[in-house]
Every structure is written in structure tokens, then in C-alpha cells.
């Protein structure tokens, strides 16, 4: 059974560090290229971060580039997200999402149930 189980929010002062993981299930991991998406209260889904099957390409939004970093284990089917210089607007629940096909992006499909990350003094 497809399962997505993302941890390593919590509460983080401005400027602080994190960093998230997401332990997959129930698919070929090594296959499929990953998100991170995130959704701050009120608002809608924003994607954050996407990695390559193979972990060689790495994409991010421009609200996170250059804080944020991406990467996977395929041998032990975790996806990561290292998230430095934490601001107060990166509140937000966090997700992880496979793609909807294997090989190449065909854009985020199951994802898991979150994990919060809260930046505040």
C-alpha cells in the first residue's frame, strides 16, 4: 500500500534549521521524481522543491532557493528537505509527493499527511 509519512517539523525560531524527511512505501521509489509542497493557513497548495529519480536534478520556487535543499536516499526510500535561514513566512504544513509516473515530471499526485513546520520568535 502507497504510503508517504513526512516528520521533522516543529517550532523553529527565525533563522533556525530543519530539516524535514519523508519515508516512502508501497512503490518503486527510486523511479519516480518527488516534491515538496506546502500550505500555509488559508492559502493554497505551493509547491517548494522537486528531485530528479535519480537525485542529479534538483528544482526549487523562488521563495526558497538558496535555503533549501533537496535530496533523496533511493537505497532507503527517504526523500529530505534541509531548510536553513527558516523565516517566519515558511510557516506552513509540509508535504511530500511522488509524481504520477514513473521516469520523467508529469507533475505531484499521492502525497502524505504533513508535517508542520511553525518559524516564530
Do not use: H
Not at 56 to 78: H, L
Amino acid at each position: 500500500q502507497l504510503r508517504l509519512v513526512e516528520a521533522g517539523g516543529g517550532l523553529m525560531q527565525p533563522g533556525g534549521s530543519l530539516n524535514l524527511s519523508c519515508t516512502a512505501y508501497g512503490f518503486a521509489f527510486k523511479m519516480y521524481w518527488m516534491y515538496w509542497l506546502r500550505q500555509a493557513p488559508g492559502k493554497g497548495l505551493e509547491w517548494v522543491s522537486k528531485i530528479s529519480d535519480a537525485g542529479d536534478k534538483t528544482y526549487y520556487a523562488e521563495s526558497v532557493k538558496g535555503r533549501f535543499t533537496i535530496s533523496r536516499d533511493n537505497a532507503n526510500n527517504i526523500l529530505y528537505l534541509q531548510m536553513n535561514g527558516l523565516k517566519p513566512e515558511d510557516t506552513s504544513l509540509y508535504f511530500c509527493a511522488k509524481d504520477r509516473l514513473p521516469g520523467v515530471p508529469k507533475g505531484f499526485g499521492s502525497r502524505g499527511q504533513g508535517t508542520q513546520v511553525t518559524v516564530s520568535s
